[in-house]
C-alpha cells in the first residue's frame, strides 16, 4: 500500500503545473474575452441555426391535418419533399429561387458598373467636384432599400397593375409597359442603384493603394488604355470587387422591400417573399427550408469568392521603392464628366424623395394636379375617406411609436454591437496567429454569410418557446435586439480588429509592469485608443438598423412595430402616400443621427466598413 501512495504522488503533483499553466492560459485577458465571445455567439448564432434545422424535420402542430398519423415532435422528411420534390415544388422553391438569382446577379453587376466606373473616375482622374461627388454616393447607403422601389412605383406604375396612373402615364397620357412598371428590371434597377455605394467605397479604397507606375509602366510597353485597364488595374482590385459583389449578392438575395413592393403586385415572388407568406401563416417548416436554401445559396457564394481571390499569390500594389498616384488628365471633359456625375447621383439620392415627398402632398393617389394637394397625410386630423381614418403622421401617436421604437432599438443595437466589436478586435489581435482567435473570427463571421430574412427566421423558431432560464421572447422589443445585435456582430468586428491593429502591443505591456488590472488598461488605454472604431462601429449599425426591414420583417408585432415595418404595411393596406411620409420621416432620422454620430471622434461609413 505504501510503494502505491508513493507511485500515485507523483502524478497527482505532475497535474499541478498543467492545471497552473491551464490556469494562467484561461486567466490572459483576450482568452477569457474569446471564450465569453464564443459562448455568447454559440447562443446567439448556432442554437438558433439548429433549432431551425430540427423544425424542418419534426412534425408541427400545423402539419398534423396532413401528417395525421404522426404526432407533433416526430421525425419527417415532409417538408423537404414538399418544397423540393412535390409538384408544388416548382411554384413554392424553384421559381422564387431563379427569380432571386436573377435580381441578384443583374442588381451587382448594375452596381459593380456604376460604382466601378464613378470610383475610377473619383480617384484616377483629375475630375473636380470629389468631395461632392463622394457625400451623394453614400446617400443611396443612408436611404432603406426600398426607397427608390417605392419613388419608381410613383414614377411608372401603371392602372392595369397599380390600380393608379404614375406620373409618367398621368402626363403622357400613355400606359407605362408592364415590364417597366413591376416585375425583375424595376427590382434589378432600384436594388443596383441602391447598392452601387459598396463597390464605390470598396474599390475606390483598392484604387488608392495603387502605385499608377504599374500603369505607366504598361503604356510604355505599348499597350493602351484599355488593355491596361483590363491587364493590370482591373486584376489588382479583384479582391475589392469580391468583397462588393459579396456584400451586393448577399443583400440583394436577402432583400425583401423592394420585391415586395415591385414584385408582389403582379406575383413576381422571390425566396425572401415566399418566405414571408409562409411564416405569416404558420407554416414554418416550409418557410425554414427556404431560408435554408437562402442560406446555402450565400454560403456557396463565399467559397466561390474565396476561391476566386485565392488562386493569386499576392495582390500587393505598395512596396518600399514609394508610392505614386498620378491622375488621368481629362482636359476640356472634366467639367462635362462632373456634371453628368453629380446630374446622374442626384437623379439616384434626391430625384427618389422628391417624387416621394410630392405623393405624400397628394390627396387621391394617381391624381398628379395642383388642385390635389394637401397636407392631410401630414397633419390632418383623422378622416375615413383618407388612410382609413388615421390622422396624419406627424399627429399620429402609432407613428411616433414606431419612431421611437425605431430609434431605440438602432440605439441598443448599435452599442451592444460596437462594444462586441472592440472586445471581438482585442481578442482576435491579441491572440492573432492561435487557433481560439481563429475560431473567434469565424464564429463572428457566420452571420455575414445568412441573408436577413433568413436570419430572421432563424430567431423564430429560437424564442417561440422557453429556453433554458430565458423565456419565450417572440413578440418582445428584446428579441428584436437581439437579433439586431446577433446579425451585425461581423460588421462591429470588421472595424474593432481594424481599430485594434494600431494599437501597439507594447502600450499595454508598460501598463501592466506598472501594475494596471486588465480593466484599467482596457478602459485607459486600449479603448480610448480604439474610440474612433467604436464611434465609426455604432454609426454603421445605428444607420443598418433604422432602416432594417428584411431582418425583423417577420418578427415585428403592432406593440414593437418600427417605421421600417409599418411603411410595409400601409403599403400593403393601400396607403401609399401614409407609406411615403414614413419613409421620408424614417429618412430624416437617420440623416439627423448619421450627422450627430459622424461628429464624435472621427467616426465614418467607410471606418465602420473596415475600409
Not at 402542430?61 to 396532413?66: A, E, G, W
Not at 407533433?72 to 420534390?85: A, E, P, S
Not at 466606373?117 to 436611404?143: C, E, F, Q, S
Not at 488621368?328 to 424623395?353: S, W
Request: net charge positive; proline share 5%; aromatic share 12%.
Amino acid at each position: 500500500m505504501q510503494n502505491s501512495n508513493e507511485s500515485a504522488f507523483p502524478r497527482t503533483s505532475g497535474l499541478m503545473p498543467t492545471l497552473r499553466r491551464f490556469l494562467r492560459w484561461l486567466s490572459t485577458p483576450h482568452v477569457f474575452l474569446s471564450i465569453i465571445m464564443l459562448l455568447i455567439m454559440f447562443y446567439m448564432v448556432i442554437i438558433p441555426l439548429y433549432r431551425m434545422i430540427m423544425t424542418t424535420i419534426t412534425v408541427q402542430d400545423s402539419d398534423l391535418r396532413v401528417l395525421k398519423d404522426m404526432e407533433v415532435g416526430d421525425f419527417t422528411w415532409y417538408h423537404w419533399v414538399r418544397m423540393l420534390t412535390s409538384q408544388i415544388a416548382k411554384i413554392m422553391t424553384y421559381e422564387p429561387l431563379m427569380h432571386s438569382l436573377t435580381i441578384s446577379l443583374g442588381a451587382t453587376v448594375l452596381a459593380l458598373t456604376i460604382g466601378g466606373l464613378m470610383a475610377w473616375m473619383v480617384v484616377r482622374t483629375d475630375v473636380p467636384g470629389k468631395g461632392i461627388i463622394n457625400i451623394l454616393a453614400t446617400v443611396p447607403y443612408i436611404m432603406p432599400s426600398w426607397t427608390i422601389a417605392m419613388a419608381w412605383t410613383v414614377l411608372f406604375k401603371n392602372q392595369k397593375s397599380g390600380g393608379t396612373p404614375g406620373l409618367l402615364e398621368f402626363v403622357t397620357g400613355a400606359a407605362t409597359p408592364d415590364w417597366l412598371a413591376y416585375g425583375p428590371l424595376p427590382i434589378i434597377v432600384s436594388s443596383g442603384l441602391h447598392y452601387y455605394t459598396f463597390f464605390f467605397l470598396f474599390v475606390s479604397a483598392a484604387l488608392l493603394s495603387i502605385d499608377s507606375s504599374l500603369e505607366e509602366a504598361g503604356e510604355l510597353m505599348g499597350a493602351g488604355r484599355w488593355r491596361v485597364m483590363r491587364k493590370i488595374t482591373f486584376p489588382l482590385v479583384i479582391p475589392a470587387i469580391a468583397s462588393g459583389f459579396i456584400m451586393t449578392f448577399s443583400k440583394t438575395m436577402g432583400t425583401f422591400g423592394g420585391p415586395n413592393v415591385l414584385g408582389v403586385p403582379v406575383q413576381y415572388y422571390t425566396l425572401s417573399t415566399m418566405l414571408r407568406s409562409n411564416t405569416s401563416i404558420g407554416n414554418y417548416g416550409d418557410g425554414f427550408v427556404l431560408a435554408i436554401v437562402l442560406i446555402m445559396f450565400a454560403m456557396v457564394t463565399i467559397l466561390i469568392n474565396q476561391k476566386l481571390v485565392g488562386t493569386r499569390k499576392s495582390y500587393e500594389t505598395i512596396g518600399g521603392r514609394g508610392f505614386m498616384a498620378q491622375k488621368v488628365k481629362l482636359r476640356n471633359y472634366k467639367v462635362l464628366f462632373t456634371v453628368v456625375v453629380i446630374i446622374f447621383e442626384f437623379i439616384i439620392a434626391v430625384l427618389p424623395l422628391t417624387l416621394l415627398i410630392y405623393s405624400t402632398l397628394m390627396l387621391r393617389s394617381g391624381n398628379y394636379s395642383l388642385s390635389n394637394l394637401t397636407l392631410a397625410h401630414w397633419i390632418g386630423r383623422g378622416d375615413l375617406s383618407i388612410n382609413s381614418g388615421e390622422p396624419g403622421v406627424l399627429l399620429n401617436p402609432r407613428i411616433w411609436r414606431g419612431a421611437w421604437n425605431s430609434i431605440r432599438l438602432s440605439l441598443f443595437t448599435a452599442f451592444f454591437t460596437a462594444f462586441f466589436g472592440i472586445i471581438l478586435g482585442y481578442s482576435i489581435v491579441k491572440g492573432r496567429g492561435t487557433r481560439l482567435s481563429k475560431l473567434v473570427e469565424q464564429m463572428s463571421f457566420i452571420p455575414y454569410v445568412i441573408p436577413g430574412i433568413a436570419f430572421g427566421a432563424v430567431y423564430i423558431s429560437m424564442f417561440t418557446k422557453p429556453v433554458g432560464p430565458i423565456p419565450a421572447l417572440y413578440g418582445t422589443f428584446a428579441l428584436l435586439v437581439v437579433v439586431s445585435v446577433a446579425k451585425h456582430i461581423p460588421y462591429s468586428a470588421r472595424s474593432g480588429v481594424s481599430a485594434m491593429l494600431q494599437v501597439g502591443k507594447e502600450l499595454e505591456e508598460a501598463a501592466a509592469l506598472a501594475g494596471a488590472s486588465p480593466w484599467q488598461r482596457f478602459l485607459r488605454i486600449i479603448f480610448p485608443l480604439t474610440s474612433t472604431g467604436f464611434v465609426s462601429g455604432f454609426l454603421l449599425t445605428f444607420i443598418t438598423t433604422m432602416r432594417e426591414l428584411s431582418l425583423i420583417i417577420l418578427l415585428v408585432t403592432p406593440t414593437t412595430a418600427v417605421l421600417a415595418s409599418m411603411t410595409m404595411r400601409y403599403i400593403e393596406n393601400g396607403n401609399e402616400q401614409q407609406a411615403d411620409a414614413v419613409i421620408i420621416l424614417l429618412i430624416a432620422i437617420v440623416l439627423l443621427g448619421n450627422f450627430l454620430i459622424s461628429r464624435f471622434r472621427g467616426g465614418s461609413l467607410k471606418k465602420g466598413l473596415g475600409i
